[in-house]
């Protein structure tokens, strides 16, 4: 027990070398792949960030994975990264790896059935809404369950205002 509270001088000065050697590891793989690495656009792209994440923890403070092993471990997750952004631009690749976008409201209308299939309360739709500064549900023209899992309020004080289809394109209804 009294190992957790002691180091040496040679641990700190590894940790610190190879902290900044997987920073630097970082800095260059993200340069190379694109901003795209830590979006949150989609599942695959979180997955990627909890990854990147888990192999930089292990590689500065696990004796076990060397520095040369935890920059090979992120190079492979950013080439799944990049191939799965390449891969995006087919329909059917694009289905297996990312959600899909899902109505909650319809103008005014709360659709059930769908907040149900998102784990979404009405509690948890009503703070969105006034977090959005809407003040009449009549406002609302959408409400939209995002592939990030942000919920997006389209909303506006003009009654005449009508939403535009192309906005909710590939959406669930």
């Known amino acids: 027990m009294e190992k957790w509270f002691t180091t040496s001088y040679i641990n700190v ?8 050697g997987i920073y630097i590891a970082i800095l260059v793989l993200t340069r190379i792949s694109g901003k795209r690495s830590f979006s949150k656009m989609s599942s695959f792209d979180f997955a990627m960030t909890v990854a990147i994440g888990s192999i930089v923890a292990s590689t500065i403070l696990g004796a076990s ?12 997750v950013y080439a799944l990264q990049i191939s ?38 009405e509690a948890d739709l009503f703070y969105k809404l006034r977090e959005a500064n809407v003040t009449k549900i009549s406002q609302v023209r959408a409400v939209v369950f995002e592939t990030t899992g942000d919920i997006s309020v389209l909303h506006s004080t003009d009654p005449e205002l009508v939403l535009e289809n192309e906005l909710l394109k590939g959406t669930m209804r």
Do not use: Y
Request: overall charge positive.
């Open 13 to 20: 000065l590894a940790i610190c070398l190879t902290a900044i």
């Open 65 to 76: 994975v060397s520095l040369a092993e935890g920059i090979v471990g992120m190079t492979a």
């Open 84 to 121: 799965a952004a390449a891969l995006r631009r087919f329909e059917w690749a694009q289905k297996i790896l990312d959600n899909r976008p899902v109505l909650l409201m319809d103008g005014s209308k709360v659709l059930k059935d769908n907040l149900k299939k998102c784990h979404v309360t």
